[in-house]
């Protein structure tokens, strides 16, 4: 299917700027309100945050550091942290702060925002990928090291979309060492991390790894438009310039809102792990008796699995539309994925089984299988 999976390429302006296809697609069938959703990619979290005090006042003031929420969430100094509207004007502002005028190695698959928000800035792109296995997806690392010698900037999410599986320990020291010699700096998608309580932040890792996240996905705060990032005190002080340029100060309610519940935040990651200990073997098997291998990844709140021989835009736009079924072809995040199809399975226990159970129908309607 292509022209869904993002684009790379060289700088893009006014007609050239490349569509996030995966939204023009979703937001459509999303407001179709099917009944049987599978496709959210964060959890739905329901959210009661009763009465906030002075939310509409200025948060600002000589004892107020609006830093010190992530500060305490990290264990980390406020001057290694800047704010943002979310993770994708996270991406754009590490983008500019870090950058050094190179090219920019972007990971596939991914989602679009990750991988062609460099071209709007004016930076060339550069695809680079990680290969499935019956687990972890893995790094080429013949191919990565060549595209590296040839750039300044590399772009990845650990959690990679539309999987859910994380770089193994060994592909994740071999990147971070190999970027250190080659001098690339690395903007690192996190925000899917808060799900992995073993996580690590690749911050942690040296002054060239920075760390971008937000409020969105695994704590269900999207409408906040709530984000971070982390890096060196030097990249920093080229947010906070480029942050004010492009927005000025953060919101007021904003800020007094994640205040009133960071003493909560726990409360969705907890959430998650019941889902998952209970939506995921109900998954596993439909799938099982679909003859369908998959291994689910040992954190997070979305996975994927190939559906051999079944073109699943076609299908979910299809078969699935007849029975009220939404879940996402994996055609949106790379070049060959047309087999696969991403599964959210972050909603309560009881809706996900009645749709895991149409799921089921329609895959083997899809699959031919009597």
Same mark, same amino acid.
């Given at each position: ?25 979703? !937001? ?5 309100? &099917?009944?049987?959703?599978?496709? $959210? ?6 959210? *009661? ?10 948060? &600002? ?105 994380? $770089? ?12 250190? *010699? ?24 040296? +002054? ?25 005190? *030097? ?20 800020? &007094? !809102? ?14 998650? +792990? ?5 939506? !995921? ?23 994927? $699995? ?7 835009? +076609? ?17 949106? $995040? ?25 799921? *089921? ?10």
């Amino acid at each position: 299917m292509a022209g869904y999976y993002p684009e790379t390429g060289g700088p893009a302006r006014g007609s050239m700027i490349p569509p996030v296809a995966y939204l023009k697609w979703y !937001i459509p069938r999303l407001k179709e309100q &099917r009944p049987h959703n599978l496709s $959210f990619s964060g959890l739905q979290f329901p959210w *009661e945050l009763g009465q906030v005090p002075d939310v509409w006042r200025d948060h &600002r003031g000589p004892s107020i550091d609006e830093r010190d929420v992530v500060s305490e969430m990290y264990g980390i100094p406020v001057e290694n942290i800047h704010l943002c509207l979310g993770a994708t004007q996270g991406i754009n502002l590490a983008i500019s702060a870090a950058s050094r005028g190179g090219k920019v190695a972007v990971e596939m698959p991914s989602y679009g925002p990750v991988s062609q928000a460099a071209r709007i800035l004016g930076l060339e792109t550069i695809a680079v990928h990680r290969l499935p296995t019956s687990g972890a997806w893995i790094i080429d690392r013949n191919e990565w090291e060549t595209t590296l010698s040839n750039v300044d900037l590399l772009m990845v999410t650990p959690q990679l979309n539309p999987v859910g599986w994380s $770089f193994t320990d060994d592909d994740r020291n071999w990147l971070v060492e190999k970027c250190k *010699e080659m001098d690339v700096r690395i903007i690192s998608d996190e925000v899917y991390a808060a799900a992995d309580r073993g996580w690590k932040p690749m911050f942690t890792q040296g +002054e060239h790894c920075i760390t971008l996240s937000s409020l969105t996905k695994i704590h269900g705060l999207g409408v906040l438009r709530y984000g971070w990032i982390i890096a060196s005190e *030097e990249i920093i002080s080229n947010v906070a310039n480029a942050f004010h340029n492009m927005e000025g100060m953060m919101s007021s309610p904003t800020i &007094r !809102i994640v205040d009133h519940i960071r003493n909560r935040l726990d409360e969705p990651v907890q959430l998650i +792990e019941k889902y998952r200990e209970q939506n !995921i073997p109900v998954l596993k098997k439909a799938l099982e008796r679909l003859g369908i291998e998959w291994t689910p990844p040992p954190s997070g709140v979305f996975g994927a $699995f190939r559906v051999p021989g079944v073109d699943t835009l +076609e299908m979910i736009d299809t078969i699935g539309k007849q029975h009220g079924l939404l879940a996402v072809p994996g055609c949106m $995040f790379g070049q060959g994925m047309d087999e696969w199809l991403r599964i959210g399975w972050s909603i309560d226990p009881i809706s996900f089984t009645k749709a895991v159970d149409v799921l *089921e129908t329609v895959l083997r309607t899809a699959m031919d299988i009597p």
